[in-house]
């Protein structure tokens, strides 16, 4: 599996592009994608939005319908239901991750629930990304834009020089210090750990900014902070504190706080993936 960050956008940013008279998304970053879901009203409605973004999906009715359209051909998206009779999301996506390792899809759950419980439930069963019903067009952008990213591996696209000016610093120093001896080891790992969680996190902090919920933004700003303090990325980590503690004191961050913080993830997560690639060489 390649990068999961590289020119890493986040679903503000994507807005202009997908309402405007751009080049659709499609024809930058092509994908296969199949669409789950029991009411025929709700596959309309995705196709008719994935139309929009320039793409052409195909569409099934349950969960043994998605196994034996993937026994057909690959998938690069699957934009997965939850609830569905015959065989649920979960169950779905369990076998997905379960079977033969031929290149795995980037799975959404696409769900009307929204509690705790239904988002842990869809971890463990081997889910990419949470998206809320009913399904904003520039939250599907992002969605789609964070598959892209899994998939093809866009880390290393030349647009990282376009962004570099602009990037956060990221000092890897400290953790080279306390790592000790074995430190280019553990960043192997960790790296790759950190960028492969961005667009997860980009696609649930615009559905917590979308749903107005500050107790989701303060959790996920804080789960973001810890995670970016762990790999030097401190100027991330000092955002996420600020808007963490307003959310928790019930201040909403605004539409260009959410739009500098994604910034930030974008730039630290570039950074990483430089130092990454020079431990390779």
Not at 95 to 118: H, K, L, Y
Not at 124 to 153: C, E, H, M, N, S
């Amino acid at each position: 599996m390649t990068s999961a960050t590289g020119a890493w956008r986040s679903a503000v940013d994507m807005a202009p592009e997908v309402h405007g008279g751009c080049a659709p998304l499609a024809h930058i970053k092509p994908l296969s994608i199949l669409i789950a879901d029991d009411y025929e009203a709700n596959r309309l409605m995705l196709r008719a939005q994935l139309e929009q973004l320039g793409y052409r999906a195909d569409a099934v009715a349950n969960g043994e319908e998605v196994l034996r359209a993937l026994r057909a051909r690959s998938y690069d998206v699957i934009l997965l239901d939850i609830g569905m009779p015959v065989m649920s999301g979960l169950e779905t996506a369990r076998r997905i991750r379960g079977s033969s390792p031929r290149p795995q899809p980037f799975i959404v759950a696409v769900t009307a629930g929204t509690s705790s419980r239904e988002r842990e439930q869809t971890v463990r069963a081997g889910i990419d990304a949470f998206a809320p019903k009913p399904l904003a067009l520039d939250t599907l952008a992002a969605v789609l834009d964070a598959a892209y990213a899994r998939q093809v591996g866009n880390a290393k696209e030349s647009s990282h020089e376009a962004l570099a000016a602009d990037s956060p610093g990221v000092d890897l120093g400290p953790l080279r210090s306390r790592l000790g001896p074995g430190a280019e080891t553990v960043l192997r790992r960790v790296i790759p750990a950190y960028l492969r969680e961005l667009p997860g996190r980009e696609v649930r902090l615009r559905a917590a900014f979308d749903a107005r919920d500050p107790e989701a933004i303060a959790r996920l700003c804080h789960g973001l902070k810890g995670a970016s303090r762990a790999v030097g990325a401190a100027e991330l980590a000092d955002t996420c504190d600020r808007l963490e503690q307003g959310a928790y004191a019930g201040t909403l961050p605004d539409i260009n706080e959410l739009r500098a913080l994604l910034d930030l993830a974008r730039g630290a997560g570039i950074e990483l993936q430089r130092e990454l690639d020079s431990l390779d060489i």
